[in-house]
């Protein structure tokens, strides 16, 4: 399976961890961008489309919700994935303290 990652930038450093253990098991794993700290309406946006991309080219998105962090952007993504009709996995039991928890559950992540 293709599967893209989609995650906080605060946790970026551990994702290399997680596409080993994915590709162990036969999974072709793509990464977000690191986004090198970058701003600014311009830069997000170049962000996004490149993210975007990815995910029409992949199988399913894995949430990497380490730590139960799942922000904005995770979220927004996972929306992408959903009308795109690709399933969204979560790497950890989603927060039902998120302001998010239940859409993710109504999409099936």
Do not use: C
């Not at 009308?83 to 993710?104: H, Q």
């Amino acid at each position: 399976m293709r599967i893209l990652i989609s995650s906080s930038m605060k946790v970026y450093s551990q994702l290399p961890e997680i596409v080993a253990s994915l590709e162990k098991h036969g999974h072709s794993v793509r990464m977000p961008e690191p986004g090198g700290g970058g701003v600014g309406v311009d830069f997000k946006r170049r962000m996004i489309d490149n993210h975007l991309e990815k995910l029409r080219s992949v199988d399913a998105l894995l949430l990497a919700n380490i730590g139960g962090r799942i922000g904005t952007s995770t979220f927004f993504e996972a929306g992408w994935a959903f009308a795109l009709g690709k399933p969204v996995f979560v790497l950890e039991s989603i927060d039902r303290e998120s302001d998010y928890a239940e859409d993710l559950l109504a999409i099936g992540a």
